[in-house]
């Protein structure tokens, strides 16, 4: 399975990847994503969540492989 993970440490609440990925992350009223730390991510959307990693502000996301969530 891949997971995406979030680095609560770096994210700034910037929201790309909220609007590239709102199947499995919401918003915050403050604008950060609403969700764990790891997001399992269905095949179809390995390439939003891709895009996502390469797009976040802050390097706070990376997929990672063969994790499960807890
Ligand atoms: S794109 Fe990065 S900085 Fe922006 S909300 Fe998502 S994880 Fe946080």
Not at 23 to 50: F, K, N, Q, S
Request: proline share 7%; charged share 25%.
């Amino acid at each position: 399975m891949t997971t995406l993970h979030i680095d609560w440490t770096r994210c700034q609440g910037r929201g790309g990847c909220v609007e590239l990925l709102p199947e499995l992350i919401g918003r915050d009223e403050w604008g950060y994503p609403l969700t764990g730390t790891d997001v399992a991510v269905p095949r179809a959307l390995h390439g939003h969540a891709r895009q996502a990693v390469r797009d976040c502000p802050r390097l706070a996301l990376r997929l990672e492989q063969g994790r499960d969530t807890p």
